[in-house]
């Protein structure tokens, strides 16, 4: 059963643009929420996380948005760079279930120049 | 920011051969260590948790003789992969978290790329 949901699959979006990608959780225990960048052939690296005592975070282009109620959280990346390309995943854990992550899909980024 | 190492970072076996990959954090303790394999163009799965000092908790399909987790001290996991097969051929990644941070944060290694001849 897949308790993380992400969309899309993959998106395309222009220099300049925002690229916004949703995920979806079912498990009303997770209280950590995590977006990660990956590069082909490299570990993932945090970008930015949320816990659900707030519905906004930003952190310079990269914003997640987080709506408890909708059991949704998204991530927002304003003014798309070609550098920004990579996938993306969106992750949920539990402290007290010693943090163990379960990842969404994945979604793969190009923004074009 | 905590960094995670992997070594090595590709490694070509045989079938039927076993081979270690090591995990290391540089610049802090991880009590807790989890290692993942992910599939070309797929997300990553959880196959243990790593605990210093005691017996890895893996997840539910995964062998646990087959993928031998070590973590012996507070700086180092090592998997290894016995009588690997064709099948284990992925690309494996680990992760530490930081006691010394909100316990949260999850720091991931470079990954190690496995073929199995």
Redo the contacts between chains.
Sequence with gaps: QQQVKQSPQSLIVQKGGISIINCAYENTAFDYFPWYQQFPGKGPALLIAIRPDVSEKKEGRFTISFNKSAKQFSLHIMDSQPGDSATYFCAASTLAAGNKLTFGGGTRVLVKP | GAV?S?HPSWVICKSGTSVKIECRSLDFQAT?M?WYRQFP??????MA?SNEGSKA?YEQGVEKDKFLINHASLTLSTLTVTSAHPEDSS?Y?C?A?DPATS?????????T?LTVT
Excluded at chain 2, 41 to 46: A, C, V
Excluded at chain 2, 103 to 110: A, K, L, N, S, V
């Design positions: 995670v992997q807790t989890f163009k797929q997300s990553l799965m959880l948790t908790t690309f990644i992760s978290r316990g949260y944060e999850q720091y991931f290694g470079p990954g790329r």
